[in-house]
Structure formats: C-alpha cells, structure tokens
C-alpha cells in the first residue's frame, strides 16, 4: 500500500506506489460530482508523469459529461489565471510541487482559481465517500480543447498591471542566472525574461521534467546555482520550483537572498506605491510586520496554507499577501503563489530602488529563523494543547498550532499531518540566538512529553 497525502489543495503521492490510475479516477470522479456540470481546466508541469496522469484525469471528466480545456505545460498559477480568465467551472494543476521525481500530485481548483475553500472540500469529499461512479451517455460526454494561449494570456495581464514599467526596466540591462531546476519555468520563464531586456544565463532549463537536483529551492540545494551567479558576475540569480509558484532570490555575490526575504522586499514595494493590509502566514518573518509599520499599515496572519492566506486576504481586502516560503500572492493579478508576478514586482523594485540586490537584502530588517522538529510519542494536539496552557500568559495565536510572540523572538509549533512530529519555527534577531531558543523549545517539549 502506497502513501497518498489528502489535503484541501488535492492529492499527491508516489506514481505506482500510492498514485494509481485508480485512485486518479476516484478523487477526479468526486471532483467532477462537486462541480456538476461545465468545463475545467487542465495543465501540468513538466515531470515525465504528468501527461499519464492528464490523460486519466481528463478522461475521467469527459466520461462525466465535463468539458476539458487543456492549456499543456504551464505553471500551476497559470492554470489558475486561466480558470478565471475562460469563466471555467474548476481546473486542475497536475503538479507535486517541489516533490521528487517519483510524486505528482492533483491540485484541485474551484470557479475563481483558488484551491477549494474548506466548504467545497467537504462537498467533494462527501462524493468520495458515495463511492458511486456514474458516467454519461457515448452522446452526452464532455469535449476537450487546446488551448495554446494560456501561458500568454497570464504573460500579457502582468505586463498589463500599470505599475511595472518595462521601458525603465530593460534599461537596467539585468544580468540574470536562471534555474528552473527542468520543469515547467522552462516553458515561460527564459521568454519572460526577454521581455524585461535581461540577459539571461539559463541552468537548469531543458524541457526534460527530470529534475537534476532535489526540486525544493532551499539553500542547501542550490550551492551550484548561487555559484553560478558569482561566477556569471550576474545582478540576481532567479530560481523557480517545478511549478513556478515559488520564487527564491540569489543576491549580486551569490548568496542567498533568503526565501522569507522574497515577500518582505515585495511588501515594501507594494505599500510604497499603495497604503494597505498586508497578509502573510504565521510562520512568516516579522520582518513584514516592520516594513508594514513603517508604511503604517497592518499585518494580518492566517494558518499556513495558500487557501488559508488567500481566505484572510479577502476577508480583509489586502492590497498584498504570501508566504516565507517565497510565495507571491497579488491580488490584482489574481488569489495565488506566482513566482511570475514576484519576478515583475521584483524587477520594478530593483528599477527604482537603483542599487544591488545585495544592498537591498542589507537594508530589509534583519530577522533569523530556526526551523527544527521533534518526534513525539503523545497525540500531537495533546502536546499543542500542554504548549498552550504553559504560555497561557503570553501573547498567543491559536489558529494553527499556537504561535507565541515575546519582544525579541516568535515561536511557532505546528504538528505534521502526515507524520507523528511537531514542527519549531522561531525567529530572533540573529542566528545564535534563534538557534538557542529552538534548542529551548525542543528540551520544553520534552520535558512536557
């Protein structure tokens, strides 16, 4: 029995050993229930699974008398781009993301792009739990197009904002390492970035789908890359996970410019041209709630998660919002991670600002965070619960796991859903210490365990 990871974004497992045609057909069966009737759209990223995986999934729909629109290759912010763009019913982004090789995933979406809310997630899982399978008629199937402008009609909205001026920015003549570690950044990006008049140094680039590092852009992973940069004397290294929601920066001296960093530097642009609230996780750097102080506006946070980022985004009407994790969320563009409109957003920044990216990252408040976990032998909301109770006299956010704010650090514990772990993010002013109160944090859990 393989592993399948369930979650309010879809399903994603090992392709043999978890994803089976079978189950592609059962969780795209209930999808279909939950939408009823109309059209979806469907694309992938690059990985050598996914037009497998396309052909069950789209077949899947036809069978229920649902039109399929496949836009191909692309990046999962474009699919859902495009689900607005077309007035589909749902799409489909057939991508694990920053997994291995050996993953895929469905990410499942609803009528305005979004990943399901926790409502429509419900709904579909109630079809699922019917287990029924009812197929139309030979004469009622849906139908399925291609749709060659998808990539475009994303490209072009960007472009289109009013606040990147590209005239300005191709004066700047970037010097850009490129790596879209093989997947679907390849099909856009090194186009994209033609556009914005940078030369570009492309790693990582064939349209291969096979991955030649591991896929997560985390600095342990790009050693290669961040040498590249120096080596090319490049202005910024750009780099990309498979399906091009993430965006992580490499500074002028091929240094990391630190993926929380990604949404800081694009909350000081953002609230510079325009005054508002300002969305970002719970474990996300305090960084954007000094920028945004400055600006003097207000930093909302909501539970991990871009469907929980995107939720608290509405409910308070932010200008801007994302994730330390190099996740870009414009509303203005649409609800979604999109490393396409971070690479914009950044390159005006960069235009105006007139200086290194380096220089930049020197001039964003200095934050560390720590990132460790611990395996547990208790209920892990049993010990979120004990953590509760024992910083009851704190300032705490309970929304997911608890979160503790003191005036020199934060602490976040969140427990794994797919693992007997609780995960410890804390960010202090430097490393040191960041590293002494994690150390802190995980003798606590085990003296409460």
Same mark, same amino acid.
């Not at 920066?249 to 005054?275: A, H, M």
């Given at each position: 029995?393989?592993?399948?990871?369930?979650?309010?974004?879809?399903?994603?497992?090992?392709?043999?050993?978890?994803?089976?045609?079978?189950?592609?057909?059962?969780?795209?069966?209930?999808?279909?229930?939950?939408?009823?009737?109309?059209?979806?759209?469907?694309?992938?990223?690059?990985?050598?699974?996914?037009?497998?995986?396309?052909?069950?999934?789209?077949?899947?729909?036809?069978?229920?008398?649902?039109?399929?629109?496949?836009?191909?290759?692309?990046?999962?912010?474009?699919?859902?781009?495009?689900?607005?763009?077309?007035?589909?019913?749902?799409?489909?982004?057939?991508?694990? =993301?920053?997994?291995?090789?050996?993953?895929?995933?469905?990410?499942?979406?609803?009528?305005?792009?979004?990943?399901?809310?926790?409502?429509?997630?419900?709904?579909?899982?109630?079809?699922?739990?019917?287990?029924?399978?009812?197929?139309?008629?030979?004469?009622?199937?849906?139908?399925?197009?291609?749709?060659?402008?998808?990539?475009?009609?994303? @490209?072009?909205?960007?472009?289109?904002?009013?606040?990147?001026?590209?005239?300005?920015?191709?004066?700047?003549?970037?010097?850009?390492?490129?790596?879209?570690?093989?997947?679907?950044?390849?099909?856009?990006?090194?186009?994209?970035?033609?556009?914005?008049?940078?030369?570009?140094?492309?790693?990582?680039?064939?349209?291969?789908?096979?991955?030649?590092?591991?896929?997560?852009?985390?600095?342990?992973?790009?050693?290669?890359?961040?040498?590249? @940069?120096?080596?090319?004397?490049?202005?910024?290294?750009?780099?990309?996970?498979?399906?091009?929601?993430?965006? @992580?920066?490499? /500074?002028?001296?091929?240094?990391?410019?630190?993926?929380?960093?990604?949404?800081?530097?694009?909350?000081?642009?953002?609230?510079?041209?325009?005054?508002?609230?300002?969305?970002?996780?719970?474990?996300?750097?305090?960084?954007?709630?000094?920028?945004?102080?400055?600006?003097?506006?207000?930093?909302?946070?909501?539970?991990?998660?871009?469907?929980?980022?995107?939720?608290?985004?509405?409910?308070?009407?932010?200008?801007?919002?994302?994730?330390?994790?190099?996740?870009?969320?414009?509303?203005?563009?649409?609800?979604?991670?999109?490393?396409?409109?971070?690479?914009?957003? /950044?390159?005006?920044?960069?235009?105006?600002?007139?200086?290194?990216?380096?220089?930049?990252?020197?001039?964003?408040?200095?934050?560390?965070?720590?990132?460790?976990?611990?395996?547990?032998?208790?209920?892990?909301?049993?010990?979120?619960?004990?953590?509760?109770?024992?910083?009851?006299?704190?300032?705490?956010?309970?929304?997911?796991?608890?979160?503790?704010?003191?005036?020199?650090?934060?602490?976040?514990?969140?427990? =794994?859903?797919?693992?007997?772990?609780?995960?410890?993010?804390?960010?202090?002013?430097?490393?040191?210490?960041?590293?002494?109160?994690?150390?802190?944090?995980?003798?606590?859990?085990?003296?409460?365990?």
């Amino acid at each position: 029995m393989g592993t399948l990871m369930t979650s309010i974004s879809g399903i994603r497992g090992i392709v043999g050993s978890g994803l089976e045609p079978e189950t592609i057909i059962k969780y795209t069966n209930a999808y279909a229930d939950s939408i009823g009737s109309g059209k979806v759209v469907i694309g992938r990223d690059a990985r050598i699974t996914g037009e497998m995986v396309n052909q069950i999934t789209s077949g899947t729909l036809l069978a229920k008398g649902i039109d399929v629109v496949d836009i191909g290759i692309c990046p999962t912010p474009t699919v859902q781009f495009n689900v607005k763009k077309l007035n589909a019913q749902g799409g489909i982004a057939i991508s694990a =993301s920053h997994n291995p090789n050996e993953w895929n995933a469905l990410k499942l979406l609803n009528g305005t792009g979004q990943f399901l809310s926790p409502e429509e997630f419900e709904k579909m899982q109630k079809h699922l739990l019917k287990g029924e399978s009812k197929y139309k008629s030979w004469d009622k199937i849906g139908n399925r197009t291609e749709f060659k402008q998808g990539i475009q009609n994303h @490209v072009d909205a960007i472009l289109d904002l009013g606040i990147i001026y590209i005239n300005e920015i191709r004066k700047r003549k970037f010097k850009v390492v490129l790596d879209c570690v093989n997947g679907a950044g390849a099909y856009v990006l090194p186009e994209f970035l033609n556009e914005f008049g940078c030369e570009v140094v492309e790693m990582n680039c064939e349209k291969t789908g096979i991955f030649p590092r591991l896929p997560e852009p985390l600095p342990e992973n790009l050693t290669e890359t961040m040498k590249k @940069v120096k080596d090319a004397k490049a202005d910024i290294g750009i780099v990309v996970d498979p399906d091009v929601d993430r965006l @992580v920066l490499i /500074t002028d001296k091929g240094e990391p410019f630190s993926e929380e960093n990604t949404i800081v530097q694009i909350v000081k642009f953002i609230l510079s041209r325009k005054k508002g609230n300002v969305v970002v996780n719970l474990s996300t750097s305090r960084a954007v709630d000094d920028i945004a102080h400055h600006f003097g506006c207000e930093v909302f946070r909501s539970a991990v998660g871009e469907a929980n980022v995107v939720k608290k985004m509405k409910e308070v009407n932010a200008v801007i919002g994302g994730e330390g994790s190099g996740g870009v969320i414009f509303p203005e563009v649409h609800y979604g991670r999109d490393a396409l409109v971070g690479i914009a957003l /950044t390159f005006q920044h960069l235009t105006e600002y007139g200086k290194t990216l380096s220089t930049l990252k020197d001039e964003l408040p200095q934050y560390f965070i720590s990132k460790k976990k611990i395996e547990i032998t208790v209920d892990p909301d049993k010990m979120i619960r004990k953590l509760t109770a024992a910083f009851s006299g704190q300032k705490v956010n309970t929304e997911d796991g608890l979160r503790v704010d003191f005036i020199d650090h934060w602490v976040h514990f969140r427990k =794994s859903n797919t693992e007997p772990i609780i995960r410890i993010i804390t960010e202090a002013k430097t490393k040191a210490e960041a590293e002494k109160y994690s150390e802190n944090y995980l003798m606590k859990i085990k003296n409460l365990g």
